[in-house]
């Protein structure tokens, strides 16, 4: 069992920097967290309080139920997996998995068997015997995934793990992160700030901004019901357009735009009748269609999809992502229809989801 709580985290720098507020996070037994967000907004310094490397400034930590935020690292019975794999060069793929053991003067033969386990989970029998720079940069990251399963820990963190790796081995390497999260059914917190680890990864998704959490849910809920512009523009790629809009009767009008809105989507937009919003549209819910006019500046055939580019009335800018192999030329007029909107409050940026 391992559940960890993270009740009112402050993290204040000796320099007087504020880089977490009020981090409130329950995390369950077995389910996999990822923290995600721009460079800085505060996900490494909320792992790291986690960890034990940094003091929690104000706030509780619970790890099944007891309090441990003054406990030092050493004792929190968490494994930590850095971006940097930091290795032994001169040591066996065996002797660094075995080194905390080793360290911890564990029974030779029971170390032997968490070893000969832990490779045989991450695929690494055949390579016990050479040295790292044997291996490629995916197979070092299993070592150092592989040096924190021999420990079982309660709680396995992991810091941007897949950032040295290039794209093909980084899609492997999470796929293979995933099995071993259903694998071994342990708490993990992961940080990153690529937005697909976290949609591909996580059970639930914490996204930050300046050290204030944005939005707690599920990859769906965050992709299908982002809190607030910051959300809806940070998950989903190419990320989601947005347009400044007015309500007028039973439309939206602004920059060349005119789309109708249906009833449900009126009764959420009661209270803004005549008032401007912001449209958020994700570029795979446009259609080809006539509501939306643009002069098309760029056609990226991807395969399966091809992504339109244009400009519209008042330099208005539209990424599109239509289904199929499209062949629009450029200086072109292309007409959109939009099939799913965002609304958000023009002041306080935060959706508008009416009453529900
Ligand atoms: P992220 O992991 O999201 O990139 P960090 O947690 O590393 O962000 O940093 C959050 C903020 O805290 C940043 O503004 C960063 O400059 C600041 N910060 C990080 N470490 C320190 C430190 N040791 N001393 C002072 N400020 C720091």
């Given at each position: 069992m391992a559940e960890l709580s993270l009740q009112h985290i402050d993290k204040i720098y000796d320099n007087n920097v504020q880089a977490v507020f009020d981090f409130n996070l329950d995390v369950k037994d077995g389910e996999l967290i990822v923290l995600v967000g721009p460079s800085g907004?505060?996900?490494?310094?909320?792992?790291?309080?986690?960890?034990?490397?940094?003091d929690i400034s104000n706030g509780h930590l619970l790890l099944d139920g007891k309090d441990?935020?003054?406990?030092?690292?050493?004792?929190?019975?968490?494994?930590?997996?850095?971006?940097?794999?930091?290795?032994?060069?001169?040591?066996?793929?065996?002797?660094n998995m075995a080194f905390s053991l080793t360290l911890r003067k564990e029974d030779p033969n029971v170390i032997h068997k968490k070893v000969l386990a832990a490779a045989e989970i991450l695929g690494l029998?055949?390579?016990?015997?050479?040295?790292?720079?044997?291996?490629?940069?995916?197979q070092r990251q299993r070592v150092a995934m592989g040096r924190s399963i021999v420990r079982n820990p309660k709680v396995f963190l992991f810091d941007e793990p897949l950032?040295?790796?290039?794209?093909?081995?980084?899609?492997?390497?999470?796929?293979?992160?995933?099995?071993?999260?259903k694998r071994l059914q342990a708490t993990m917190l992961y940080v990153t700030h690529d937005?697909?680890?976290?949609?591909?990864?996580?059970?639930?998704i914490v996204c930050m901004s300046m050290g204030h959490v944005q939005q707690v849910g599920t990859p769906l809920e965050l992709y299908d019901s982002p809190n607030n512009v910051f959300v809806a523009s940070f998950i989903g790629l190419p990320p989601m357009n947005f347009y400044d809009v007015k309500v007028v009767g039973k439309e939206l009008q602004g920059n060349g735009l005119k789309v109708a809105l249906s009833d449900e989507e009126q009764a959420v937009l009661a209270g803004y009748q005549g008032k401007e919003i912001t449209?958020?549209?994700?570029?795979?819910?446009?259609t080809e269609g006539t509501e939306f006019k643009v002069t098309v500046t760029n056609n990226e055939n991807l395969g399966m999809n091809t992504l339109v580019?244009?400009?519209?009335?008042?330099?208005?800018?539209?990424?599109?992502?239509?289904?199929?192999?499209?062949?629009?030329?450029?200086?072109?007029t292309a007409g959109f229809n939009i099939v799913r909107k965002h609304f958000f409050d023009k002041e306080t940026t935060n959706a508008i989801r009416g009453d529900k």
């Open positions: 907004c505060g996900k490494s310094t909320t792992l790291r309080m986690v960890a034990g490397l940094e441990i935020t003054q406990t030092p690292a050493k004792d929190r019975d968490m494994a930590m997996v850095f971006q940097s794999y930091a290795l032994y060069g001169h040591m066996t793929i065996y002797e029998t055949s390579q016990l015997n050479k040295k790292p720079a044997q291996l490629s940069g995916g950032s040295n790796l290039d794209a093909k081995l980084r899609g492997a390497t999470r796929r293979e992160i995933l099995l071993l999260h937005q697909t680890e976290a949609l591909t990864l996580a059970d639930r449209l958020g549209v994700r570029p795979e819910n446009f580019y244009g400009t519209g009335e008042g330099n208005v800018k539209v990424t599109a992502k239509l289904k199929g192999w499209k062949n629009y030329k450029v200086g072109e």
